[in-house]
Each structure stands twice: as C-alpha cells, then as structure tokens.
C-alpha cells in the first residue's frame, strides 16, 4: 500500500499522490477528449497549453523576470538530464565567448581563443562530473577549478572552502562561464547562497523549487525534473536573455571549427530551442504536465500576496531537515553527518552509522525498511546512508524517519 509506505530516495523521488492520482486519469482520457495525454500531438492546442501552464507556474514560484529585453529570462524544457546540460553550457558559453571575443577583434583570434577559461566550483561529485566534461569537450588546460573542495576535507567532499582560498580567473574577459551546483545530491553539500562569478550557471537538478532564487545574479540556471518537481524525462533551464541573441553575439559553427572548439547537437542549443518554445522536437508533455500540477499545488500553499512565493516551501524543507538533523546530532557517537555543519544539505542527508561499519549500515538499513522507511541507501560511489528531504517527503514520514533514528539509536 502506497499510504504506508514513506520513500526518501534521491532521485527518481516521490511525486505528491493527488498528482499521480489525477495523472493516472489523464493517461487513459484526457479532458474528456477520450485520448491519452500521452497520445496527444506536442503541437496540439491542448499540449500548447499544458506548456503555457507550467512556464507561468514556474515563472510566479520563482519570481523570473519576463521581458523580450536583456534583464528577461526564458524558460525552456529539454530532453537529455541534468547531465545533457553538462555539455548544453559548455557549447553554448563557449560559442558565446568567441562570439565576444571575434567581434572586438579580427585579428589574433588564435591567440585570444587560448585565453578562453571556465570556472568550475568542485564542492561534490556533480560539479565535478560537470567540470570533466567541460574539459572533455574544450581541453583541461581551459578548465579553471575555483576550488577542489576534497583538498580541504581530508579528500572527500563535504566543505565548501572559504571565499579567500578560490581561484577564480581574474581576467573577466577570458571568463566563458562560472558554474557551481547548488545542492550536490551524493554528498550532501549545499551552497548557502550563490558564489558571485561572471556568468554564473547553477545546476539545481537536487534543490529546485525548494527555497527562493536569485534568479537575476545567473546566466543559466538548470535541473532535472526527477527529484523535486516531477518525472524523469525533461530538464528545465532558465536562460537570461543577456546570453541569448540577439543579445549576445554568438560565434558561428564555422569559426568555432575553425578555433577547434566544439559544436553542440541541436537538440542542446538554448536558441534554438528557445525559438521553438521548447517544441523543436518531439517535447514528452505528460512529463511537462505532471510538473505544472507540482508547481500548480506550491502555488496554492503559498498566494500571490506573500512574498517570495518559495518562502512556504522553504520553510517546511527546513523544519523538516531541522528535526532530522536534531536527531542525528543528539546521537553523533552512533550517527557521523558527512558533510560540515555550515553547508549540510536540506535535500539530501548523507551520513555514517558507527563511523561507517558495514554491519551496523546493513542493520540501520534493515530496521528502517521493516518500519517501511524506504530509499535511504546512500549512493553506490560514497556508501553510507542518504536520507532525500524532498518536497514531497511530507512532514509525516520525516517524523517517522525521525523517531526511527531515535529508536535505532538507542540500540548501539
Ligand atoms: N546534477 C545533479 C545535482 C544530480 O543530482 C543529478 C542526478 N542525480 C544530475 C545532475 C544528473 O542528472 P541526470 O541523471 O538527469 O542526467
């Protein structure tokens, strides 16, 4: 029985019930219209519209600004994960870079084009698969790690090292793009708030939709549906105009072969994508549908008079991780967090059983599951357990989980 069982996995992650109860509906019969939502034509009246719904929910919950101007945003829909975006912001920064960069000068474009960097913030294994592909595609010696968070933590991730200790290139010329993950999901590592770096990019795949953004201080932000705001099968970006033309000059595919830099598929360029409202190619709009009903259900816990709309949301995720975090502490000869106090994740709880015994693990495990508290497995790279806060973790289960660590404690 669903009711009875409280599932906190990272990713696929729990959906709200009423959302999947309505969408096991539309999946047979659509608005009466006797076909399944995912039946239906992506470019039918009725798709366009399920498409509108969802960019104003997510438009109103974080507040993005909508112009055709510079200071505007769009928000577009992609296939490919979190991961597709990985490479999505190397292409297009890059293209915009040497955009920049050929219009100011024509001549010793060679000898500029090897002064192209790209910031990376190493703070969990996300960024890092992020900034491994960036060097992939570009070449490491244009890769710039701000910061390696292991080197200050024992060669593990769960720091985020002080500001007077980054490397940021310091020519904001030769700077293509800064990228930081926002809530790294594995280790349990979550910005405070948003570093400062010239065209700032944040994945947020782990931490959407879970406190208000400052949407103007980024260039791109990005994530994956599957954890906080719905199925697996579309990621979301929010791409600033600024970077967009034809406000921003882009570099054209044959001078980037040219400088041997690389292309991106079509399917991963923000323009044209953006040009398209998301429809270039075949969007899965029953993916864009149960996401505008998750959005639609933040929207009405929290309305339009109380600002910022995230501030309701925000505060449950943090009651919620509050009292688990509580628990844990009061316990810490038994239960060992990962991660530092001042950067402990909301979303995603990483820690050790009797520093790390397997057999203890295997126990907490065990016991958890009998009292139908489901997922906690931490994830395959760094082992231990992994407690997901998301969303729709409702109150309920994080008090359940809560009296478990309690209860497991009490045996060791
Ligand atoms: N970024 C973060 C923070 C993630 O947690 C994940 C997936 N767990 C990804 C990126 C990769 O997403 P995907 O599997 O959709 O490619």
Request: with cysteine; glycine share 8%; charged share 20%.
């Amino acid at each position: 029985q669903r009711s009875e069982v409280h599932y906190f996995g990272a990713g696929p992650a729990p959906l709200p019930t009423p959302v999947l109860e309505e969408a096991s509906k539309v999946l047979l019969n659509y608005n009466d219209s006797g076909i399944g939502l995912t039946e239906i034509s992506h470019r039918s009246p009725e798709a366009n519209a399920i498409l509108a719904h969802t960019q104003s929910g997510l438009q109103r919950l974080l507040d993005i600004p909508e112009s055709d101007g510079p200071d505007g945003y769009q928000i577009l829909f992609l296939q490919g994960g979190g991961s597709g975006e990985f490479s999505a912001v190397v292409y297009h920064m890059v293209a915009i870079w040497l955009g920049g960069v050929a219009k100011k000068k024509q001549q010793g474009l060679d000898q500029e084009a090897a002064r192209l960097r790209l910031d990376y913030f190493v703070t969990g294994s996300w960024s890092l698969k992020a900034s491994q592909e960036a060097a992939r595609l570009v070449g490491s010696e244009h890769v710039n790690i701000v910061t390696d968070a292991r080197k200050y933590h024992d060669g593990k991730f769960g720091v985020i090292p002080s500001q007077d200790s980054w490397t940021q290139t310091k020519s904001k010329d030769d700077i293509a793009l800064t990228y930081y993950c926002d809530n790294e999901t594995v280790d349990g590592v979550e910005f405070p708030c948003a570093p400062e770096g010239q065209n700032l990019i944040a994945d947020m795949s782990s931490n959407f939709l879970s406190r208000p953004v400052d949407i103007r201080k980024h260039a791109v932000i990005f994530g994956g549906a599957q954890k906080n705001v719905g199925t697996t099968g579309i990621t979301i970006a929010i791409v600033s105009n600024r970077i967009l033309p034809p406000h921003a000059e882009m570099a054209d595919p044959a001078l980037l072969r040219k400088m041997g830099l690389p292309i991106g598929p079509v399917v991963l360029n923000w323009p044209t994508i953006a040009k398209n409202n998301s429809l270039y190619n075949t969007l899965p709009i029953f993916d864009v549908w149960i996401a505008g009903q998750v959005m639609q259900r933040l929207l009405d816990q929290s309305p339009a008079d109380k600002s910022p709309r995230m501030a309701t949301q925000e505060a449950e995720s943090n009651r919620k991780a509050d009292l688990l975090y509580s628990v844990l502490d009061a316990h810490s000869t038994v239960y060992n967090v990962v991660p530092d106090k001042s950067v402990r994740s909301r979303m995603n709880l990483c820690f050790r059983v009797n520093g790390g015994n397997a057999e203890a693990e295997k126990a907490f495990l065990k016991g958890a599951e009998s009292r139908n508290l489901m997922g906690l497995k931490g994830h395959r790279s760094v082992g231990g357990i992994r407690i997901s806060n998301y969303n729709a973790v409702p109150v309920e289960a994080a008090e359940k989980l809560a009296s478990y660590l309690e209860d497991f404690a009490k045996t060791q």
